[in-house]
């Protein structure tokens, strides 16, 4: 026999606390036992900082006038057609601007170029290695989660961001302590993030930036959009997905930066391991975890390169 309605109400609550975070208590005094923890206050709550810098830098370079030579930015033409132009004297888009069938694309491409439009450029397949070229270090940000679940329905706690300030790699780390941080936490990264024109990620198009996006909504903070996003999984993948086992970025620390983590935290363990902080307040739970984001966000800028290899593979290949 099926359950009652006042049965099947009863069931609901219970699934439904079980699904819901628990109120939890922050301990007084706890920020100072995070390393460069700092506890900050907003409208939205407090939220704890965390601050660490290093010295280095990392390769950004382009040249936006190679844009020019690029004729297969054209809808219609490939590289067969593009060495067919070249051949009759079209050696780069202002000369093609002349041509009875290409010239009107040409027009508006050499036009993008000048005006530094790289929201236009880019939908029309312009390489990343060039782009960069319009922006400095100062433009880019680095960007990487942790969250509670693979879904943006469950709370992120932690986003990191690596920047160049004051001439130093800054690790700046926006940590929810429990639950009822995020909001806070979030405003604070997404205000931060909005300063930079160039946002560096990987795996972000498919998970870090849609996730975080969707949280930020949740909480009614509008979420900016960077004029250029590199997902340097994607990059990865283009140059080595039949010249190493897989494209984990740990994967790529230790093949191509001769660099392995002997004491790393385990992803999959990272939800757990903050829900029992949340529970013990207990900070040397979360130690681990936020080296573990640090040291994405180094290999990240350190992956840079890739960019510029990609690009030189293209030139190479015609």
Not at 38 to 56: C, P
Not at 225 to 248: F, G, K, V
Request: include cysteine; glycine fraction near 8%; charge should be neutral.
């Amino acid at each position: 026999m099926g359950l009652s309605l006042k049965e099947r109400l009863r069931e609901k609550r219970q699934q439904h606390r079980e699904a819901t975070p628990r109120q939890s208590v922050v301990v007084p005094g706890l920020a100072e036992s995070f390393p460069g923890g700092t506890v900050r206050s907003t409208q939205a709550g407090t939220y704890l900082h965390l601050l660490e810098q290093r010295s280095g830098t990392w390769y950004q370079q382009g040249d936006p006038s190679a844009l020019y030579s690029c004729l297969q930015l054209i809808y219609g033409v490939g590289p067969r057609f593009s060495s067919a132009l070249q051949a009759e004297g079209y050696t780069d888009l202002r000369k093609l601007i002349e041509h009875p069938r290409w010239g009107g694309q040409a027009a508006r491409l050499v036009q993008a170029i000048q005006a530094s439009d790289v929201a236009y450029l880019s939908r029309r397949g312009a390489a990343e290695a060039h782009l960069l070229g319009y922006f400095t270090h100062s433009d880019t940000v680095f960007l990487d989660l942790e969250t509670t679940g693979l879904t943006p329905a469950r709370p992120l706690f932690l986003v990191g961001l690596l920047s160049l300030r004051e001439g130093k790699l800054t690790f700046d780390q926006y940590l929810a302590r429990c639950f009822e941080e995020e909001r806070a936490a979030v405003g604070a990264a997404v205000a931060y993030l909005a300063q930079f024109r160039v946002w560096v990620s990987f795996n972000g198009r498919a998970f870090d930036i849609p996730y975080l996006r969707t949280r930020a909504e949740y909480y009614g903070i509008n979420f900016p959009q960077p004029e250029l996003h590199i997902d340097l999984l994607r990059t990865s993948r283009r140059l080595y997905r039949d010249l190493l086992p897989n494209c984990r970025l740990t994967t790529l620390e230790s093949y191509l930066l001769n660099r392995v983590r002997f004491d790393d935290v385990p992803g999959h363990l990272i939800p757990d391991l903050y829900h029992q902080f949340v529970a013990q307040q207990q900070p040397e739970l979360l130690l681990g975890v936020l080296r573990h984001n640090v040291d994405d966000l180094l290999t990240l800028s350190q992956l840079m390169h890739l960019v510029q290899e990609e690009q030189q593979l293209r030139e190479q290949a015609g």
